[in-house]
């Protein structure tokens, strides 16, 4: 396709060029043609005097001698004849090929004689082939009376014009080849190059359909091809990382599932075949439950991955109070905290900050983010909340001492099925969901999240909300801030490192899915 556009547009070319070419040399000729023809016709003029029978003669002898060597000169003809057409002076062409004794025709006469004349014409048989004619008359000078006693009649061979063309014909058709040949190399190594990368994504997305994600593209320009590679690439790493985090996933979600259900079949096995004596089977059963419980949490996790995937998260947004919403949060962790001694710095320093969203889903939010900070923070460490206020935000932080997460992995921990503590052994019960799930909704509220640490120090996750989310005039409800709640979860941590380790007792696992908040109190989960 490209060759026959290269090949089309130069015969256009090639015929714009013959016109062009064809117009110039006609505009030339007659430009030197009437030059010519105006030089003799003043020279004659000049040489005209009366003769003895009352009319008027030319020089003669002096043209025939001057006439010749001109029309060699312009490769051209010129010839002089009187009013009726006779020829009475002839330059014989180059070659001397014409019928003298032949009259200009009467309506070249007319035309010449009138002022001009310029056509392609055989000159009433004078000449043999056509010829290029441009006519003009002469006049006799002012002493011999300035009548009109003739014509001249410059002209040139139509065949010089065919020369003309024939010659531009064979440089354009010789450049034409010459172009037609480079432009055939450069399209073939273009092509070449630009194909070779389509060619290697092609193979390298069939080894992606058959589970190879180790294929990629090299990079050997910065065009828009560079640009697709790149992308491509980036894309084999993304599908690399998805397929290494689904395959995590499915042993996570195995073992989650082959726990819990191992512990229930064992214990509902020893109480139906009395190997658990009835003293100590509603023990027994309450380990039964807190597994339900676990599967129960996995299933809602699992929901909400759903309804994300499936664009079906909803927001219900109301009017409350977002920093009500993490003192009752961080409440709910008073045991966790007291036992492992760690200071919650920052809540005196809180106050209200109403803002406009979904109340559930971002109590998920703010409940992920405590259980994770609750639960990597070392004994003895700090978990620092801040509340702040802007024009057209509010942003809610939270900080926590402890390990920390690696660099290469702060780009990575938003990602569904995403576990930096590869381990299990501080988050057992979690799946990687939990982050993403907290994104998502943050997002879908026209917010972002973002997260900082270094290694042995910190953690820090921060999210910010805009103040008001657009309602289409609709006042948003608003809902009640409770002072006897805000009150002692504000003094309950007040305690600082000072605070005693509460007795030992088994603990609940916490899932780190944002799904795991707690019920409310009507029995409900507490996820949308």
């Known amino acids: 396709m490209t060759l026959l556009t290269i090949l089309v547009s130069f015969t256009i070319l090639g015929l714009v060029m013959l016109l062009f070419f064809n117009s110039n040399w006609k505009h030339e000729k007659r430009a030197a043609l009437t030059k010519n023809a105006t030089s003799v016709a003043d020279m004659v003029t000049h040489g005209t005097a009366p003769d003895s029978s009352g009319g008027t003669k030319i020089d003669r002898e ?14 051209s003809d010129i010839l002089i004849t009187d009013n009726k057409g006779n020829i009475m002076v002839s330059g014989q062409g180059v070659d001397g090929t014409i019928n003298v004794s032949r009259q200009v025709p009467k309506d070249i006469m007319k035309r010449a004689l009138a002022g001009s004349y310029d056509d392609e014409t055989l000159l009433g048989g004078i000449y043999a082939m056509p010829y290029y004619v441009i006519g003009m008359p002469v006049k006799a000078n002012a002493s011999s009376g300035g009548q009109t006693i003739g014509a001249v009649f410059a002209s040139v061979a139509v065949h010089s014009l065919t020369e003309y063309r024939k010659d531009i014909f064979r440089m354009f058709l010789f450049a034409a080849c010459a172009a037609f040949a480079v432009g055939f190399c450069m399209v073939w190594v273009f092509s070449y190059n630009m194909v070779r990368p389509l060619r290697m994504m092609a193979d390298a997305a069939r080894s992606f359909g058959e589970g190879n994600f180790s294929k990629r593209v090299p990079v050997t320009s910065r065009d828009e091809i560079g640009e697709l590679a790149v992308a491509f690439n980036h894309m084999a790493e993304s599908l690399a990382t998805s397929e290494y985090t689904r395959r995590n996933f499915i042993a996570n979600v195995s073992h989650e599932l082959k726990t819990p259900m191992t512990t229930i079949a064992g214990f509902i096995d020893g109480i139906l075949d009395g190997t658990i004596p009835p003293e100590k089977q509603k023990h027994y059963l309450r380990i039964v439950s807190q597994e339900v419980k676990r599967l129960s949490r996995l299933v809602h996790t699992m929901l909400d991955l759903s309804h994300i995937d499936n664009g079906e998260l909803k927001l219900h947004p109301a009017r409350f109070d977002i920093t009500n919403t993490v003192l009752t949060t961080m409440l709910n962790f008073e045991k966790q905290i007291e036992s492992k001694r760690i200071e919650v710095q920052g809540l005196d320093e809180t106050h209200p900050a109403f803002v406009d969203g979904d109340p559930d889903l971002l109590h998920q939010v703010i409940y992920n983010l405590v259980e994770n900070a609750v639960k990597f923070t070392n004994p003895g460490g700090y978990i620092r909340v801040n509340v702040r206020e802007e024009s057209a935000r ?19 921990i938003f990602g569904r099925f995403y576990k930096t503590d590869k381990s299990r052994s501080k988050d057992r019960a979690g799946m990687g969901l939990g982050l993403y799930i907290v994104r998502t909704i943050v997002q879908q509220h026209g917010g972002e999240i973002t997260a900082r640490s ?23 409800p608003t809902t009640t801030v409770c002072a006897q709640v805000v009150e002692p979860s504000r003094q309950a941590y007040q305690k600082g ?32």
């Open 394 to 412: 509010t942003t809610v932080t939270i900080r926590n001492s402890g390990e920390g997460i690696a660099s290469e992995e702060l780009g990575q």
């Open 62 to 75: 002096a043209l025939e001698q001057f006439l010749p060597a001109l029309c060699r000169i312009n490769s």
């Open 497 to 528: 490192k000072n605070a005693k380790p509460a007795p030992e007792n088994k603990k609940k696992e916490n899932s780190d899915s944002a799904s795991d908040a707690p019920k409310e109190k009507d029995g409900k989960d507490g996820t949308k």
């Open 454 to 476: 270094e290694l042995g120090k910190y953690s820090e996750f921060s999210f910010w909300l805009p103040r008001e989310i657009p309602q289409q005039g609709e006042k948003l």
